[in-house]
């Protein structure tokens, strides 16, 4: 009666299999505003030089830098004060042209004068009198000031297909006159909870029913991963029910997420559904292509896919639920929308055992020994506190079974035991992987 | 003519300074699933034992442990099956009474009948016919289930006060029953830019004049960092101007950002104006408090509070506005809006020259050398490249005159050289403290 794993799916090909999808969300064109995180869907280049005029880089004079040389304290040079570039009002007196011996007043950011090739900075100066500028230092030609398009030139990239556009990009892409930009779209992911037993938040459960943890909780993974949840009606643990409800997600998302019912039954329907459903739908349906993987907790995961939308079936246990859900179905949803290589570590260290949607990782000693399991990622939850100063933290393992919610809750990151090594030793240093928020 | 900076503030001073800041932003109830991110006001402990059952954690039979003693493959127990609790019916049949030498089949995270004090997993179990089934592994008591409150007992803490909410901790309170939660209001934060020379990005700029890059810069990195970020009008850079600006920010927000103007005049109209606004103002209103800080870039950054509200002046040129305001002022975001200490480095290692916004780092080796910059903290954005498989990777910084938007868009990060240090020399490991998004 027992249904057994066909093969459990390690890790690293499971990223694989997950990095091979080819659809991508549609574009859309936003504000730039409101773009922060949003991930361009083509190389944008700039349209103009940055900056388009020659600027100072300080407060000071807009000088010829040959009518400066070998000035010094002992020994400066002399200009006539022909101008002044006042705060505020730079546009109005740029256009000033300096002879040789004439220096005029510039601020930082300021265009520099016709004729002037470099600019003499505040503290190295003394007005005289109103018109007789002391000048106590030689400044070279293109001294504190930028050129046009040394910032950036036209057609340079200020922002690259793929990459999620933080703060200083918006600043540049605003900087540059890009006011909006096509974006891909925010994948949109149904998140069905399955079995009897869960019932929704607001219920008061009778005998043997539990509120909804994977659910809500899920759903606050898919925002923080830059998706948009769907949070569907719960699922009886039948065949039909559950093809109805990949039907109804697959039709309007694109992705869909089960999660609940770890029992062997329910995995079966699950495994039913998407195979049955993956027979309607031909060629873009090549149906389950996991069933099982070698981590611990989250062995009996599913995922498939179904007329071009990915289908996930996560544990019922909530740790299990989540601890996969963060390390494939977050990076999963990047992919979707258009990110590249989500699943790249950055410290270029990368050994599959990473919590790899995280970019976080500190080194912490853990402070009691704890067993590998045999053939599978082992994913610990330890809750980090600090040593002494200049100390690395404690790392301390949140044991428990896997049902128990309040195991995450207490926790900072994630450890991996891999499958190849036979667990980890107190006092051992270990490397913890941070969760985002 | 030229005024000088008082005295430059060391960053762990300006720290401190900072967290010594005592309001905070009011409360308001929302629910929980809205809660992703945001801060609860109080510790919240759960209304009850989770589960409030005995669940099993398996697939399998639950029975009296003493009845399976000693069964093993060779010399298996017998017991008769006497119920069943179905998949998806968990609650109507979970009130079924076992009595000694019987069995009743469970799946996972469902009731114990009334009599069983442990499961047989399905693998170790045979049905013989209908009614009999065959255990080849004995059970201790408790095992194979969790007992009420094993997971979280009633009064534990499900939610902490000044802790901002993660998906698991989302998925918990919903868990426990709790729909909606009180949470800090998100810090309104008001962005002005000043200056004549500064234009709309939708504008086309007059000789002389550029897009604003800052205000959309530090928008995003308002949002980024929990708050809501006010674009406002832009200022001229005189006293009239900044007076009536910082007061319209005051009287409409929870934190004011003036950017741009680093201009010697501008710093001193902005001085001027914090203090002149912080006579009216009173006790509430100390006025200017920091007046350049000792980094590089970001010098000429003022802080000030006037009517319990800080103020912060940030320098003109992008790459010093952005870097102060992801050191300085992202967090100070997190302190109004409630979070505890988010000054505070997760690798109890902190020093004041970590992007302590950042928990993110990584080791990489810097490919070339660079000088300190003597007095002063010296950031420098750098970008990471891969080495090969299992290297730390190649940290290319990023020099450029700090007008410059473009050194922040092609970087990964930052890396600090202390005050205290002479510089890094190239092939030297160097610790990056990487951005957010």
Known sequence: MRKSFLKLTPPAEFFKILNSFGERTGSETIPTIDALGRVSVANVPSPIDLPDFTRSTVDGFAVMSKDTHGASGSIPSYLELSGDIPVGAISENAKITISSGEAVRVVTGGMLPDGADSVVMLEYTDLIDETTLEVRRGVSNLENLVVPGEDMKKGDLVAKCGAPLRPFDIGALTGVG????????????SIFSTGGEVVEPTETPNNGQVRDVNKYGVSAGVLEAGGIP?????????LDSLKGALKLGIETSDMVILSGGSSVGNMDFTLAAINELSEIHGQASP????????????KPTIYGIVNNTPIFGLPGHPVGALIVFLIFVAPMIGIIGGVNNPLNAI???FDDTDYI?????VQAKIDRSISGAPGRD????VKLSPQGDGDIPIATPLLGKSGMISILTMSTGLICIPSMKEGVSAGENVKVSLFKT
């Open 178 to 189: 890009i006011t909006e930009i096509e974006v891909f779209k925010k994948p949109v992911v």
């Open 230 to 238: 769907n949070r569907m009606d719960n699922v009886e643990d039948d």
């Open 287 to 298: 149906g389950v292509l996991v069933h099982g993987i070698s981590i611990k907790p989250g």
């Open 347 to 349: 410290d270029g260290n």
């Open 378 to 381: 082992y994913y610990i939850p």
């Open 357 to 361: 949607n995280s970019t976080s990782f």
